[in-house]
């Protein structure tokens, strides 16, 4: 496993956006496919968008499309979730997660996924 440091959540007002960072501490994470989950109180963890480890392929969950970008630079071994037109739903912990040894068919499943962060809140306000 690889220990996932995420940063940049915080408070935005509805319409605002945020960018969330996610990097892995002493290692790089250049070879291994990233996600991006969240989870609302009261509710199940979800996924929200995956990204290959060569960054050619992505794959994002029905309601951030359009809205939420994920991306990744390698040289920084740093994982980004740019999320605009934020929406009060949208509020929750965010985790990143790293599959280490991608299967060739981005994961979508919390199982397919070996390391996780520690999590960061985004709070979204109407």
């Known amino acids: 496993q690889v220990q996932l440091v995420e940063s940049g959540g915080g408070l935005v007002q509805a319409g605002g956006s945020l960018r969330l960072s996610c990097a892995p501490s002493?290692?790089?994470?250049?070879?291994?496919?990233m996600g991006w989950f969240r989870q609302a109180p009261g509710k199940e963890h979800e996924f929200v968008a995956a990204i290959s480890w060569s960054g050619r392929t992505t794959a994002y969950e029905n309601s951030v499309k359009g809205r939420f970008t994920i991306s990744r630079d390698n040289a920084k071994s740093t994982v980004y979730l740019q999320m605009n037109s934020l929406k009060p739903e949208d509020t929750a912990v965010y985790y990143c997660?790293?599959?280490?040894?991608?299967?060739?068919?981005?994961?979508?499943?919390?199982?397919?996924?070996?390391?996780w962060g520690q999590g960061t809140q985004v709070t979204v306000s109407s």
């Open positions: 002493g290692r790089s994470a250049s070879t291994y496919d």
């Open positions: 997660a790293a599959e280490m040894v991608p299967s060739g068919s981005l994961a979508r499943r919390i199982d397919d996924f070996d390391s």
